[in-house]
């Protein structure tokens, strides 16, 4: 059985905001921007990796979630611990600038981790955490 990544969800709460950040400030392409009743949904991914997708969507959207739920769900995005998304590159230090010139949130650093790879951190518009770590 042969298994693939073909998308991944992960909350936004400012679309123009998100759009911005995935697009122009890590370069991805936009492969779907949908709106219904005044929400959402954006895919975008890498262009060389047309199969692997990111959907980036309004989590008040979620079928079944309660008021409760959305007051938690917006407080842990705001704090940066609700969503995560782990990206790699070949030049770590090189990206780690990029986006440092292109105004991301920086939260760390590169850095040698204790287990064995070099990361960064930042988070995009939403709060949501992305470690980009070094090919090796």
């Known amino acids: 059985m042969n298994i693939n990544i073909h998308s991944s969800f992960l909350p936004q709460d400012d679309?123009?905001?998100?759009?911005?950040?995935y697009r122009d400030t890590l370069g991805f392409e936009v492969r779907n921007d949908v709106g219904y009743n005044g929400m959402r949904w954006i895919t975008v991914g890498p262009v060389d990796q047309p199969d692997?997708?990111?959907?980036l969507y309004p989590p008040a959207a979620t079928p079944g979630i309660t008021d409760d739920e959305q007051r938690t769900i917006a407080e842990m995005m705001a704090k940066g611990?609700?969503?995560?998304l782990l990206l790699?590159?070949?030049d770590v230090d090189g990206t780690f600038e990029r986006l440092q010139a292109n105004d991301a949130e920086v939260v760390q650093e590169p850095t040698d981790q204790p287990y064995g790879v070099r990361d960064c951190?930042?988070?995009?518009?939403?709060?949501?955490?992305?470690?980009?770590?070094?090919?090796?």
Do not use: C, H, K, Y
């Open 52 to 55: 692997t997708s990111i959907v």
């Open 15 to 21: 679309p123009d905001a998100a759009l911005d950040f």
């Open 88 to 90: 790699a590159t070949e």
């Open 81 to 84: 611990t609700f969503g995560t």
């Open 121 to 136: 951190a930042f988070r995009d518009p939403a709060g949501n955490m992305l470690r980009i770590q070094q090919v090796r």
